[in-house]
C-alpha cells in the first residue's frame, strides 16, 4: 500500500510570495491533516479537513488555508510568505481523523525556505 | 504552554538494554495518545498508540505505559537496537481531536553499541 505523498520536496520562495504544497493520502483515508515543525515551536497543528471540510483548525494566521478534493488529495496554502514560515510541512492521513481512536501517518514533508 | 512535555531532549542507551522515555502532559482532556518515531529528512513513522481506558499497551518491543493520576506516559524499548537510534515524539489528542495532535518537543534515542 503506497504511502502518504508529498509534493514538492523543497520549495525556496521570497518574502512576500505565495506557495501552494500538496499532499496525497494514503488510499482510502478521508482525513487529511498539516503540521508545521520548527526548531523553535517543534510540530505545530494547522488545520484537518475530512470528506472536503475543513474540520478542525490550528492557532495559525488567516494566511494559512487549505483544500481537499473528492479524492481526499489536499493542498495548503500560505500567501504573503514570511521569514518565519520557513518550516518542514508535513502531511497526515488517518481513516476518520483525530477524532476517532486512528493514528495519523505522515507523509515526508515539504522544506520551505523563505528568503 | 507546552500541553505535552519531553523533559529528555537526548537519551544514550546500551545496545541490548531498555530505553525508557518519559512523556508529562497537562490538559485533563487529552484521551488518546500515541509515539512517533521520527529519522531525519523523514516524517514520522507511528510506533504505538494508547487510549485512556488503559494503562498498558504492547507491540513487540514496544509497551507504552500510561499513568492518568499522574498526567505521565512512558515508552519502553526492551531490548534497544541500533536502528531504534532516532527522534521520538509523544504527541496527545482530545476527544473529539477540535485541536488535532499536540506534540512533545521531541526525545533523541542514541543507543550505543
Known amino acids: 500500500k503506497a504511502g502518504v505523498t508529498q509534493t514538492p520536496r523543497y520549495l525556496i520562495k521570497t518574502r512576500g510570495q505565495q506557495v501552494t504544497l500538496s499532499c496525497s493520502p494514503i488510499s482510502g483515508h478521508r482525513s487529511v491533516s498539516w503540521y508545521q515543525q520548527t526548531p523553535g515551536q517543534g510540530l505545530q497543528f494547522l488545520f484537518e479537513?475530512?470528506?472536503?471540510?475543513?474540520?478542525n483548525k490550528g492557532n495559525f494566521p488567516g494566511r494559512f488555508s487549505g483544500r481537499q478534493f473528492s479524492n481526499s488529495r489536499s493542498e495548503m496554502n500560505v500567501s504573503t510568505l514570511e521569514l518565519g514560515d520557513s518550516a518542514l510541512y508535513l502531511c497526515a492521513s488517518s481513516l476518520t481523523g483525530t477524532g476517532g481512536y486512528n493514528e495519523q501517518f505522515f507523509g515526508p514533508g515539504t522544506r520551505l525556505t523563505v528568503l | 504552554d507546552q500541553q505535552v512535555k519531553q523533559n529528555s531532549p537526548s537519551l544514550s542507551v546500551q545496545e541490548g538494554r531498555i530505553s525508557i522515555l518519559n512523556c508529562d502532559y497537562t490538559n485533563s482532556m487529552f484521551d488518546y495518545f500515541l509515539w512517533y518515531k521520527k529519522y531525519p529528512a523523514e516524517g514520522p513513522t507511528f510506533l504505538i498508540s494508547i487510549s485512556s481506558i488503559k494503562d498498558k499497551n504492547e507491540d513487540g518491543r514496544f509497551t507504552v505505559f500510561l499513568n492518568k493520576s499522574a498526567k505521565h506516559l512512558s515508552l519502553h524499548i526492551v531490548p534497544s537496537q541500533p536502528g531504534d537510534s532516532a527522534v521520538y515524539f509523544c504527541a496527545a489528542s482530545p476527544k473529539g481531536g477540535a485541536d488535532g495532535l499536540t506534540f512533545g518537543k521531541g526525545t533523541h534515542l542514541i543507543i550505543q553499541p
Open positions: 479537513y475530512f470528506s472536503e471540510t475543513q474540520r
